[in-house]
């Protein structure tokens, strides 16, 4: 008698009871289905590849982008707004100038707590909303995972990276003007005005700096880990608008492909073109953006 091939791996040459037959049938053709399903995604995806325009690409990602952009301000403004306002009601409630210039200012920690607070929901929001966006990009219908290990890191040691520059360079430029002002033995009025200027320069100039950068690289990270979990795309390409405006670093980047899990640049490699030079000096570059206000965004590829 001919033995089936589900009893031939079988050591005891006994049949499956029928429950386990049916969970062993099952996964089977679930494991085909998936297959099937990530090859006819891939073909689809390549199709998508062969029919992109660039440009419009582009386009449609910097209308999403601005929008994301506009967000992060808003929020931005509305944090560095709190932190002005209690800075002057510390001055308002000073009976001499004495002391340290870092006495009217929050610590470090509570002004990173205060705004993780704000900052990191608003932000985990949008990589739930990007990535779904990005996932059905490439016909899968799902919901992103936040829970993924590349996720935690970017949510707790990314974000609340961003947060601490953010707050260090405002405590720093505080505690100068205020030390300045006492040196000079200016009164509270003008220290003050010293300190509404550090906010206005935040307010107008810092705001629209990280929101902008910071829109691209959460727009650019959330691509990533859909392109991730979809299972099916492979690669990334680097997208850049050649409109006149691209910085020439990015210029050389524009069309450069690698496998989803790689780099396009890491620290101390270097880009020259036109004589001139670029360095990555900081981190990584697995995605967009390679500098402050950097506009690039990626393209998923089937490698």
């Known amino acids: ?95 001499s100038i004495k002391g340290k210039e870092t006495q009217f200012l929050q610590k470090l920690a509570d002004m990173n707590r205060v705004w993780l607070s704000k900052f990191l929901p608003f932000v985990k929001e949008l990589v739930i909303k990007i990535g779904g966006e990005k996932l059905n990009e490439v016909n899968i219908l799902a919901n992103i995972d936040l829970t993924t290990p590349a996720m935690q890191r970017f949510f707790n040691i990314k ?15 505080l505690a100068k003007e205020i030390a300045e002002g006492f040196s000079l033995g200016e009164g509270i009025p003008k220290i003050k005005a010293r300190v509404q200027n550090v906010f206005q320069f935040a307010d107008k100039t810092r705001a629209v700096r990280i929101a902008r950068t910071e829109s691209i690289r959460i727009s650019n990270f959330s691509a990533t880990q859909a392109f991730i979990q979809s299972g099916v795309v492979t690669g990334k390409e680097w997208l850049t608008t050649l409109d006149g405006r691209q910085d020439f670093a990015c210029e050389e980047l524009d069309g450069k492909i690698v496998s989803i899990s790689r780099n396009f640049l890491n620290v101390g490699d270097t880009i020259s073109a036109e004589g001139q030079e670029f360095e990555v000096e900081v981190e990584n570059v697995g995605y967009p953006p390679l500098h402050v206000s950097c506009r690039c965004t990626l393209l998923p590829v089937v490698l």
């Open 1 to 95: 008698m001919k033995i089936p091939k589900i009893l031939q791996k079988n050591k005891y040459m006994v049949a499956p009871p029928p429950k386990r037959l049916r969970v062993f049938r099952k996964e089977k053709l679930k494991a085909d289905l998936s297959g099937d399903l990530s090859k006819l995604v891939s073909i689809l995806i390549k199709d998508k590849e062969a029919s992109i325009d660039h440009k419009t690409y582009w386009d449609n990602f910097i209308t999403k982008a601005t929008k994301t952009e506009n967000e992060i301000k808003t929020i931005t403004k509305e944090l560095f707004k709190e932190q002005e306002e209690e800075v002057l009601r510390n001055l308002d409630n000073i009976k």
């Open 159 to 173: 974000v609340a990276k961003l947060v601490s520059g953010i707050n260090r360079t405002t405590r720093k430029a």
